[in-house]
């Protein structure tokens, strides 16, 4: 995702985009570059919110890997359209049109965990983004039961992401940040374990001493919503 794309916060780029695309894409990471966080942080009886799933086949591979219920949803109706044939023998999948700025047909703390893989990006690209990253964001933090958790998927380092999840976030996260190598980059063909990296230390007001944006990484940040 390159900055300056502002088309991806609409949801007309999206629609007219998966009327051309088939099968199934994955931005950033795959099921597998993700599995070792996963099983870390989301057990499998969690009822899990997947973000702006658009063709991705990460909630597949979660179903076929022992995820029992995950509910999908997409600005794009033309992509929850596709989504729904494919998956309507699944039982353990969901999908829904929705804006995730607006989740009103779902109840306070409905879910265990929320899954964002490029969707606070794509808002963060287009116009009153700020705006949109507080909706969303507040949001995400209404529908999540206290002490579930959010994992944000992003190309974005803390410079550029806590102030939005500490402010919109209202302090009420606790955050873990994990660096993955890009898939194909330099990084990745030198880091073939596949274990959980430790988190990177944070300073108090979220800021990182270790880290540089670098644009061989994605960061994952693990937000956990503080217990009343
Ligand atoms: C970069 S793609 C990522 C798709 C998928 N999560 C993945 O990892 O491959 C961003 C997705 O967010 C969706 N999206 C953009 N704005 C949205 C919004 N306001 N509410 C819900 N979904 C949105 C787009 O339709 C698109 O499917």
Known sequence: ?????Q????????DERYKHEYGSFD????????????????????????VGCGNAALSED????????????????????AMRKKYKDCTQLSCLTMDVRDMSS??????DFVI????LDSLMCGSNAHQNAAKMLSEVCRVL???????LVTYGDPHMRMPHLKTHGLNIWTVALYVLPKPGSRRASEDCSGEVIDPIPLNDDGSSSTIVGD??????????????
């Open 1 to 5: 995702m390159t900055r300056g794309s």
């Open 7 to 14: 088309a991806y916060g609409e949801a007309s780029y999206w």
């Open 27 to 50: 931005w950033y990471q795959k099921y597998s570059g993700l599995l070792s966080l996963l099983q870390k942080y989301v057990p499998k009886d969690s009822h899990i919110l997947m």
């Open 62 to 81: 979660m179903v076929k890997d022992g995820y029992q219920r995950i509910t999908n949803i997409d600005i794009s109706s033309v992509v929850i359209e």
């Open 106 to 111: 779902f109840a306070d703390q409905e879910f």
């Open 116 to 119: 964002d893989k490029g969707v």
């Open 145 to 151: 039961r206290p002490g579930g958790g959010y994992m």
């Open 215 to 228: 644009p061989d990484v994605h960061y994952v940040y693990i937000c956990i919503k503080a217990k009343e």
